[in-house]
């Protein structure tokens, strides 16, 4: 919590974060309390229940699920402007509000400029992380802090987007293996293509998800760049 509350004055501070988001923080009885603005929003899973059935397929909901992939990528661009990353994409942190607008909460797990953490980072919810942070969380030691770059937002932006609209995670493994040999099979880079599992086709969207779970990092687009692509 403590973390989280020193990433909230330096994302204000940085111009990346409303300034109304982060309410006041404190001590009480040798523990901690932070209080944020109440975002009424749906997770990304439940916002997108309709869009997951075929009859989603309609000309109401095309520009709708695009609003909200732009607008999450619009947060998005304004941490890494500032040189941040969220660091914990996915679709329990990121609210739909009644108007398609998509809000980020959770900021405790973000990598920005320096390294002086409380805790370290090793990775976030396993589905929603990035080849290559899989492949630095398997080669180092527990413990050792893996500064998270803009490119593994984009990663996981796609990656919530795939799950949430087609309803099966974009790297298929079994779910009775450990969370490292999960990793593993994250880290090969090969995701399920998304035209076989699509509930409906929407080519600029499906494009655009699939462009940012390039397995290379290089390869990905930037949050400014999504912008547009929606």
């Not at 309410?23 to 009480?28: F, L």
């Not at 869009?51 to 695009?66: H, I």
């Not at 998005?76 to 990353?85: K, P, R, S, T």
């Not at 087609?166 to 999960?182: E, I, N, S």
């Amino acid at each position: 919590m403590a973390q989280e509350d020193d990433h909230l004055l330096r994302l204000t501070a940085a111009g990346a974060l409303s300034p109304d988001y982060r309410v006041s923080a404190g001590t009480c009885d040798g523990g901690r309390w932070l209080a944020v603005n109440w975002i009424d929003g749906a997770p990304l899973w439940r916002a997108l229940a309709l869009a997951r059935r075929p009859e989603g397929d309609r000309a109401s909901v095309r520009p709708w699920l695009a609003g909200v992939a732009r607008t999450f990528t619009e947060h998005l661009a304004l941490m890494h402007a500032a040189g941040w990353a969220h660091a914990d994409v996915q679709p329990t942190n990121t609210l739909v509000t009644h108007d398609g607008h998509t809000a980020l909460i959770d900021y405790a797990l973000a990598c920005g400029p320096g390294n002086d953490r409380r805790v370290p980072y090793r990775g976030a919810l396993t589905p929603t992380t990035a080849p290559e942070l899989a492949t630095q969380i398997l080669d180092t030691p527990a413990g050792t802090h893996i500064q998270a770059q803009p490119s593994a937002d984009i990663w996981s932006l796609g990656a919530s987007l795939f799950w949430c609209w087609t309803g099966q995670r974009p790297v298929a493994y079994d779910d009775d293996l450990d969370r490292l040999q999960k990793l593993a099979v994250i880290a090969q880079g090969t995701t399920t293509a998304l035209r076989t599992v699509r509930p409906w086709p929407f080519p600029t969207f499906e494009d655009a998800i699939t462009a940012c779970l390039a397995p290379d990092p290089a390869d990905r687009p930037t949050a400014k760049e999504l912008t547009t692509a929606w």
